[in-house]
């Protein structure tokens, strides 16, 4: 079997199974498009037998085949798109987890004999071959499959995965020949000269939240060596994400991380990826950050542009646990990291306490604080769960004062991590640093005798106070300041008095179901509404003052009048 008679024949079976799966024409932008573009999709295609299967049974075969035809050498990216894109969907109509499983390791045994690495199509997709480790940006596992394609133009519904939607939209993957130049700058220090190359940063802040006297936002030149430790410079530039700095000590170029490959969808941000997966063939980086926005100037790698061009993943749901609030896992081992690694080792009270302590400490702690505030049960299911922690604190006669040290430095941490800061969010946290700590010192004292095998305890927001639960003072307050009320002895209007109470934003989060500033639309619904506002449950990021309430309840007993 030639591979263009091949694919011509793929092609010809994929063009009548989008007819019998139902519904729409799944197979159209993402298997036959990329396909049909292929030279040899012109071929006359090869007579197959099996067209009378069901149509699941007939896409999970295409699925196998586009697989042995794209584990030969020489397969085409349009070839690779459409095999990714086969792959899902067969995996998606595994009957139960198990058929799954059975479904990836058979397609992951045909193309076993792959490299892993990334390629960027040609103003299309990255596609990713052979990658086992993809999480979202709570650092939660994505489910994999040994070919996918990943979204580069940021326009696809199905995000982290290519829908075709670059095709519709004309993506194009060059470089803007404006870009920062790609060079690598010298910044010589007394002890650590920091290597910076402009050209290739994601401007993911990192380095300048952590270490803003070395990495100075805003000034010229960016790096000032001379601000900082080196010990302090050295895991700044580890922590860059981009591969943009490194540093170099007497001449010699400190050794990248030795990490397990991984690629990490960052939230309204780029892909970043660790571990050294080769990428176009190059695998001279262990890590590295990809456009996902589709707006880079320096396409395939971020450069930053999702920030200005607004780039942002659909929101959190409308009661995120504090584990999201927080920005997940990523964002709990950077502040992790941050506490052990820098403030634990210069402090003098502290220091001594953890010189012993596991080089896996900070994930360790991180993974206790995810599931503590609501994540994947990762401290349970990787770390030994409350019985291993209690443990760790059993018999070490913790003082009050370590304890206050402890969470004063750790809350110095959640800021240079850049955790949330907003009143909510830090009220929660804290709260759940004072418990935790002040029960690790009981725990701690001799003759201690802890509650055993108890689940890893959950915390949540403080007395319901969530985000969203109340108007911020330093919200724009343009929507308030044009609120008239009317006299007591004017007649209540509509147009006057209470279409200004509703902000377009809660226009648009009911105009599923009626307009806000159509008079005889809140007429219809004026008991309903009336109803949600007096129970707290209208607006949804916190109630009305009472006069405004009071205001409307007026309005409808005089009869709603325009
Ligand atoms: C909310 C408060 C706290 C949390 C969530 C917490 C969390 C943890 C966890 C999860 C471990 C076990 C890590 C492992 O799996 O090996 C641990 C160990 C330990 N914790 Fe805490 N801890 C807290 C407070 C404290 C305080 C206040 C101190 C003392 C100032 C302390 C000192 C230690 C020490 C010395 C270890 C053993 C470290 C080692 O040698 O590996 N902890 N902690």
Same mark, same amino acid.
């Given at each position: ?33 990329? @396909? ?51 792959? *899902? ?97 010298? *910044? ?106 589709? *707006? ?53 009270? @502290? ?101 055993? *095998? ?72 004026a008991d309903a509404i009336l109803d949600r506002l007096r129970g707290g449950k209208m607006p949804c990021d916190g109630a009305w003052p009472a006069e405004h309430i009071d205001l409307f309840a007026r309005w409808i007993a005089e009869g709603t009048p325009s």
């Amino acid at each position: 079997m030639s591979i263009s008679m091949s694919i011509a024949g793929l092609l010809a079976r994929a063009r009548l199974l989008n007819r019998d799966l139902a519904p729409g024409e799944p197979l159209a932008e993402t298997v036959i498009r990329p @396909l049909a573009a292929l030279p040899e999709a012109a071929a006359e295609p090869e007579p197959y037998a099996t067209e009378n299967g069901s149509p699941t049974d007939r896409l999970w075969e295409l699925a196998r085949d586009a697989t042995r035809l794209r584990a030969q050498p020489g397969a085409t990216e349009g070839l690779i798109e459409a095999t990714a894109a086969l792959q *899902h969907l067969a995996c998606l109509f595994a009957e139960d987890a198990d058929a799954l499983a059975a479904r990836i390791a058979e397609l992951a045994d045909i193309q076993a004999d792959l490299e892993t690495r990334i390629d960027g199509a040609l103003d299309g997709p990255y596609l990713v071959t052979n990658a086992t480790k993809i999480t979202n940006w709570l650092g939660e596992p994505i489910q994999t499959f040994p070919q996918m394609a990943l979204c580069r133009c940021g326009q696809s519904a199905t995000k982290p995965l290519c829908d075709g939607s670059h095709a519709r939209h004309g993506f194009s993957g060059a470089k803007d020949p404006d870009r920062v130049p790609d060079r690598q700058d010298t *910044h010589e220090g007394v002890q650590v000269t920091v290597l910076d190359n402009r050209g290739i940063c994601a401007h993911s802040g990192l380095c300048t939240d952590r270490l803003s006297t070395v990495f100075r936002q805003g000034e010229e030149p960016f790096v000032a060596p001379s601000g900082g430790r080196s010990d302090e410079i050295i895991r700044a530039v580890r922590a860059c994400p981009s591969g943009a700095l490194h540093y170099a000590i007497d001449g010699l170029k400190g050794p990248d991380p030795v990490r397990e490959p991984k690629i990490e969808v960052s939230k309204d941000g780029p892909y970043r990826i660790s571990g050294g997966i080769p990428l176009d063939g190059d695998d001279s980086r262990e890590h590295y950050s990809l456009c996902r926005c589709g *707006h880079s100037r320096n396409k395939p790698f971020c450069s930053g542009m999702h920030y200005y061009v607004g780039f942002v993943d659909p929101p959190l749901s409308d009661e995120p646990t504090l584990f999201e609030w927080a920005g997940g896992l990523p964002a709990l081992t950077r502040m992790t990291h941050i506490f052990y690694d820098k403030y634990v080792p210069q402090d003098d009270l @502290l220091a001594p306490l953890f010189a012993r302590m596991s080089p896996d400490h900070p994930e360790r702690v991180a993974a206790w604080l995810a599931e503590t505030f609501g994540g994947p049960k990762l401290y349970t299911e990787q770390y030994g769960g409350y019985d291993h922690m209690i443990a760790e604190h059993a018999g070490k006669s913790l003082t009050e004062q370590w304890r206050a040290r402890w969470a004063q430095l750790i809350g110095r941490a959640a800021d240079d991590a850049g955790l949330p800061t907003d009143p909510e969010f830090r009220a929660a946290f804290a709260g759940y640093i004072e418990w935790g700590s002040r029960i690790a010192v009981e725990n701690s004292q001799p003759g201690a005798t802890p509650p055993p *095998h108890m689940p890893v305890p959950q915390w949540w927001w403080v007395c319901e106070a969530r985000p969203g639960s109340r108007v911020s003072a330093l919200s724009p307050a343009a929507d308030q300041t044009q609120i008239r009320l009317p006299a007591p002895d004017e007649p209540v209007r509509f147009t006057d008095h209470i279409r200004p109470l509703f902000r377009e934003m809660d226009r648009k989060s009911m105009s599923f179901a009626f307009d806000l500033w159509s008079h005889s639309d809140v007429t219809e619904h004026a008991d309903a509404i009336l109803d949600r506002l007096r129970g707290g449950k209208m607006p949804c990021d916190g109630a009305w003052p009472a006069e405004h309430i009071d205001l409307f309840a007026r309005w409808i007993a005089e009869g709603t009048p325009s």
